[in-house]
């Protein structure tokens, strides 16, 4: 065989192999046949060419091991991306020519660490280099673009998927629909779904899911549910992912709908035992509510129980609201018991709603009266804080003898007056300016044994507040400082107001001792002062 001939077909392999082989020619001396000297100025050269093999042989091969291998890595992003930098580096410096795998790890490598840009101008670099991206580079893209959101490049890249006759699958549909979905964009990303479905592909669970917590985002309730109804009906194993039920069931409180919430309370919390969170809880009993669906609030009062929150009187309320809507006053007077054997003393703030239902009614605050009689009556415990919403509405009412009449009650109902009951009656004495009949009621309160609080207090100073002489303001004021009970601004505006009108000069003592005390004396304060007496 010629030299020649042999010593090409030697170098190619080796060459393959990344060593660079020397043919014996050119090691010859000086005194070398004409022969050989003539073989050798053939041959000393050899053209160097970038090499494109992936045989596991040859260096590229090598280098995309430890690329894939650096990907694989659960190190952090930015020492990853690094790290692969540097492997392309020597890649480069071997003249060797990067592939779709080495350009597909520097993609992932990119996208990792967030640097989006540079992704993409990679991306680009790998088609000028003629080296057309494969599917798993596009899922890359779309993948990163997710992440910021960014619907404008992913349309660009899937319309040139579409050109390209690049086969989407569900996973590529996952990753441009979750992208729609973070922004917003949720009619673009269910004309997508639809899209799927026209080409014979079945959306995934995980479509479904990333669809329903974008409704979760807006609010779109009847959506949320429509598709919900679809991965149902599609036979999806959802209790795989029995969450979706749970987002569903948000989304429908938060738009008040009724049966939405019912639906999935029962599929979620009811079939797959799932325990939602305190905030959905207490969403969910807000619907139960103003719907008037005692059994959800009540399930919902258990659930919190199971899932290991304390009982709270807020819990109790809504309860109350669902009975007062469904016109069951007596089952809401009921829950006040129930809320007390629970261990949560009702307080006035509990029985809002009630209170807020009687509304200065005198015939439904008489008839609620008639119903704590039928409880007695029916040998049911009569709690007192019922009794004293009877008694706070009759004083709403402005209706005196009315108060007082309840008031006297106590006793045929088995309830004996707290301090909530005396603060009712004293608000009576307050809006009607009832003072003696106020002192009757202070004595009483003091006879029974109960201390006065602040409110009371207040009460107490509005009421002397309310005649010609209001020295027994300035006694309650310093009875409270004796108790080292701050007295509230309430009492120090009304009584300022007071000096004000009648131009007494302890007037400004008031505003120094509010001032002592770390209460604001706005303009209108001092400006009282200024005002004539009428």
């Not at 045989?55 to 952090?76: D, E, K, V």
């Not at 996208?111 to 280099?129: H, L």
């Not at 309370?265 to 009993?285: F, I, M, Y």
């Not at 509304?359 to 029916?378: G, P, S, T």
Request: charged residues 25%; neutral net charge; glycine residues 4%.
């Amino acid at each position: 065989m010629n030299r020649l001939v042999l010593a090409k077909a030697l170098s190619s392999p080796l060459r393959q192999a990344g060593k660079q082989w020397t043919p014996k020619s050119v090691r010859f001396n000086s005194t070398a046949t004409t022969t050989t000297t003539t073989t050798t100025s053939v041959i000393e050269k050899p053209v160097k060419k970038m090499v494109t093999h992936t045989h596991p042989t040859a260096p590229l091969s090598s280098f995309n091991h430890a690329l894939i291998t650096q990907i694989r890595t659960r190190g952090a992003p930015k020492r990853v991306l690094e790290n692969v930098l540097k492997l392309v580096d020597e890649i480069k410096k071997q003249n060797l020519r990067l592939d779709k795998t080495s350009y597909n790890a520097l993609l992932s490598a990119y996208s990792r660490a967030k640097e989006y840009n540079s992704m993409m101008n990679t991306f680009q670099e790998m088609k000028e280099e003629n080296i057309e991206p494969t599917f798993d580079s596009y899922n890359i893209i779309f993948e990163a673009l997710v992440e910021n959101a960014n619907v404008g490049t992913l349309t660009r890249i899937k319309c040139e998927m579409e050109e390209k006759n690049i086969p989407f699958t569900n996973q590529t549909y996952y990753h441009i629909i979750k992208c729609m979905c973070k922004a917003d964009e949720l009619e673009l990303a269910l004309d997508t779904m639809d899209e799927m479905k026209s080409k014979g592909i079945q959306p995934t669970l995980n479509i479904f899911g990333t669809l329903i917590e974008a409704c979760l985002r807006l609010s779109d309730s009847t959506t949320a549910y429509d598709l919900l109804k679809q991965v149902e009906g599609a036979g999806l194993a959802v209790e795989s992912q029995p969450r979706i039920y749970m987002d569903v069931m948000r989304v429908g409180a938060n738009n008040d709908a009724k049966d939405i919430v019912n639906y999935c309370w029962d599929k979620a919390v009811g079939q797959h035992a799932l325990r939602p969170d305190e905030g959905t809880c207490l969403n969910v009993l807000r619907v139960a509510s103003k719907t008037g669906d005692t059994k959800l609030a009540t399930d919902v009062i258990r659930q919190l129980s199971t899932s290991g929150y304390p009982y709270k009187e807020h819990y109790f309320t809504p309860l109350m609201e669902a009975f007062i809507v469904k016109s069951d006053l007596k089952k809401a007077f009921n829950v006040l018991d129930i809320m007390r054997v629970s261990g949560i003393p009702p307080s006035m703030r509990a029985t809002l709603p009630i209170r807020k239902h009687l509304d200065r009614n005198v015939d439904a605050i008489d008839q609620a009266y008639y119903l704590l009689e039928e409880m007695k009556k029916e040998k049911k415990t009569v709690d007192i804080s019922a009794f004293n919403v009877v008694v706070a509405a009759c004083a709403d009412a402005k209706d005196i003898e009315r108060t007082v009449a309840t008031y006297r009650e106590a006793a045929n109902l088995g309830v004996s007056p707290n301090v909530d009951t005396y603060n009712a009656v004293l608000e009576a004495c307050v809006q009607t300016r009832m003072k003696g009949m106020g002192g009757v009621v202070v004595q009483e309160m003091k006879k029974a044994g109960i201390n006065p609080n602040l409110e009371t207090y207040s009460k107490m100073v509005s009421l002397a507040c309310t005649e010609r002489s209001y020295e027994d303001a300035f006694t309650y004021l310093e009875e409270m400082k004796s108790y080292d009970i701050v007295p509230p601004e309430s009492c120090y505006v009304r009584l300022a107001d007071k000096l004000a009108y009648e131009k007494d000069p302890r007037f400004h003592m008031v505003l120094e001792e509010m001032e002592t005390f770390g209460y604001r004396v706005t303009a209108r304060i001092r400006n009282m002062w200024k005002s004539e007496k009428f």
